[in-house]
């Protein structure tokens, strides 16, 4: 069975520090990985995507990911945090190539950014 | 393009009710998949119709169904609600496979259930 686990519910940065967000995923087969965002009162935007390509993935507004599997991890990065990227944060898996599966969400981690 | 809509985006309830949840995908999508969002179980995956035909479903009671529409609108019900139905249910659409192509989330239906 496949899991995600997101270390920490909170995390707070300065505005122009890392942000830094953790996911860690269990799977037994080679997973797909997702990074979403959700703003509040607003749907899921997706991020970024790995699918077995390329293993660092650049998304959208600067963030990027590195899926790692000898750790069996897809950290979310981004060098300079904006007060506009306070939201919260979402890794997803599902099974990769040869499977429509379903999303499997972690539990989310909301992003403040102090001034 | 118009994004994913849904109607309507805030509903109470009581128990016992019964409810539908609409969803409209973004033009030319022909896959919608439903998740319901919660503080205590987060984001859980409910299901996926794709042509007017459930492709996926997750592991939710049968007082949850869904429906396709030649159009590729899609319902949710939910009968006999409990209290702890309360929640955000999310659509989200897609051309294709999600793997492949991007899924678009809609704003979502807030459910209270009373």
């Known amino acids: 069975a496949q899991s995600v686990t997101q270390l920490g519910s909170h995390v707070s940065v300065s505005e122009g520090a890392l942000v830094l967000l953790r996911c860690n995923y269990s799977?037994?087969?080679?997973?797909?990985l997702f990074w979403y965002v959700q703003y509040p009162n607003q749907g899921l935007q997706l991020l970024l995507k790995?699918?077995?390509?390329?293993?660092l993935v650049k998304g959208i507004n600067g963030f990027e990911a590195e899926f790692k599997k000898s750790e069996t991890s897809f950290h979310l990065t981004k060098p300079s945090a904006h007060m506009s990227d306070a939201a919260e944060y979402f890794c997803?898996?599902?099974?990769?190539?040869?499977?429509?599966?379903?999303?499997?969400f972690g539990k989310g981690t909301k992003l403040s950014v102090k001034p | 393009k118009a994004g994913v809509t849904q109607t309507p985006r805030y509903l109470i309830k009581t128990r016992g009710q019964q409810v539908t949840l609409s969803c409209s995908p973004i033009?030319?999508?022909?896959?919608v998949s439903w998740y319901q969002q919660t503080p205590g179980q987060g984001l859980q995956f409910l299901f996926e119709?794709?042509?007017?035909?459930?492709?996926n479903k997750g592991n939710f009671p049968g007082r949850f169904s869904g429906r396709q529409f030649s159009n590729s609108r899609s319902e949710m019900n939910v009968s006999t609600l409990e209290l702890g139905d309360s929640a955000l249910y999310l659509c989200?659409?897609?051309?294709?496979?999600?793997?492949?192509?991007?899924?678009?989330f809609g704003p979502g239906t807030r459910l209270t259930v009373l």
């Open positions: 997803a898996v599902t099974p990769g190539i040869g499977s429509q599966g379903n999303l499997i």
């Open positions: 033009s030319g999508h022909r896959s």
């Open positions: 989200a659409s897609t051309e294709g496979s999600f793997l492949y192509n991007e899924q678009f």
């Open positions: 119709y794709f042509s007017e035909t459930q492709r």
């Open positions: 799977s037994s087969v080679p997973p797909y």
């Open positions: 790995y699918t077995s390509a390329a293993t």
